[in-house]
């Protein structure tokens, strides 16, 4: 449950943001509402369609190669919660200067209302895609069922209202501690995907090197447990890993921290507020 909440609240939050800042920025401009609904209504529409698509695709797999599909989703998962990590650490700042840039263009009279539609429409349908491929991941993890429908449901709603909260300026929250927060058990959540994508390949045969347990840990906490299956799904906590579980695990933490060092903007390039 937990994990599809971190999901669900960091990817809403961050088209929450982008909403925030349209909205702030055309204050006052008539029928900015209509539109800016409407950009946020089809990207909704667009994140829902990939969801069908991935779910009618997922059956079609059902009992013929199943583990294989399962360890493609989650290794695609992997590497664009990577991807979304590396990015939001370097074009984050300059994502949201582009978002007013364009909110005040509009307010200038060179850009049309539906072109800021589009923008909205386009944020939207990105993290309601990711959400969409996120959340398969975890389900395919062994995390899904009615707690996940409840955690996602919980970041929904606290997504919602820590930007409308923001928006009307009666929180003022410090974003870098938030996404610092957040990325980090973001890095665990795909370290604990890969994890679980070499167990589906070991599962089929296909990945066979490294494939004994290194340890037991099932008389402390057994992964089927309810806080052993909490901590798989947020950390990918397995009472008997094998070798290469771990060192997937671990190569994922050190690569998706190096990369977000390296492609992080410097301190001193880093854009000052007014």
């Not at 300059?94 to 263009?105: D, F």
């Not at 923001?166 to 927060?181: E, H």
């Not at 990918?236 to 992080?264: N, S, W």
């Amino acid at each position: 449950m937990f994990a599809s909440l971190v999901i669900v609240f960091r990817e809403v939050f961050e088209a929450g943001l982008i909403v925030g800042i349209v909205m702030a920025v055309t204050s006052g401009v008539a029928g900015r509402t209509f539109w800016i609904a409407g950009g946020v209504g089809a990207g909704v529409l667009g994140a829902c369609a990939v969801a069908l698509f991935t779910s009618r695709l997922s059956a079609l797999f059902d009992g013929s190669g199943q583990e294989i599909f399962n360890a493609s989703i989650l290794s695609f998962a992997v590497l664009m919660l990577t991807w979304h990590n590396v990015w939001m650490a370097r074009h984050g700042r300059e994502l949201a200067a582009e978002i007013r840039a364009a909110g005040q263009a509009v307010v200038a009279g060179s850009k049309s209302l539906a072109a800021l539609a589009l923008v909205v429409a386009i944020a939207v349908l990105r993290e309601g895609s990711e959400v969409v491929l996120f959340l398969y991941g975890v389900a395919a993890a062994g995390g899904g069922g009615s707690s996940m429908l409840v955690g996602s449901a919980i970041g929904l709603l606290l997504g919602t209202l820590v930007c409308l909260l923001t928006y009307f300026g009666l929180v003022a929250i410090p974003t870098r501690y938030l996404f610092s927060v957040t990325s980090t058990l973001i890095a665990l959540l795909a370290a604990g995907m890969a994890a679980q994508a070499i167990a589906f390949l070991q599962q089929a045969n296909i990945l066979t090197a490294f494939d004994q347990p290194v340890w037991d840990t099932s008389w402390i906490l057994r992964d089927d447990s309810w806080l052993g299956r909490a901590l798989h799904t947020l950390i990918g906590y397995v009472d008997q890993p094998t070798a290469m579980q771990l060192i997937v695990y671990a190569a994922t933490l050190i690569i998706m921290a190096g990369l977000m060092k390296a492609f992080a903007i410097p301190h001193a390039q880093r854009p000052v507020a007014a």
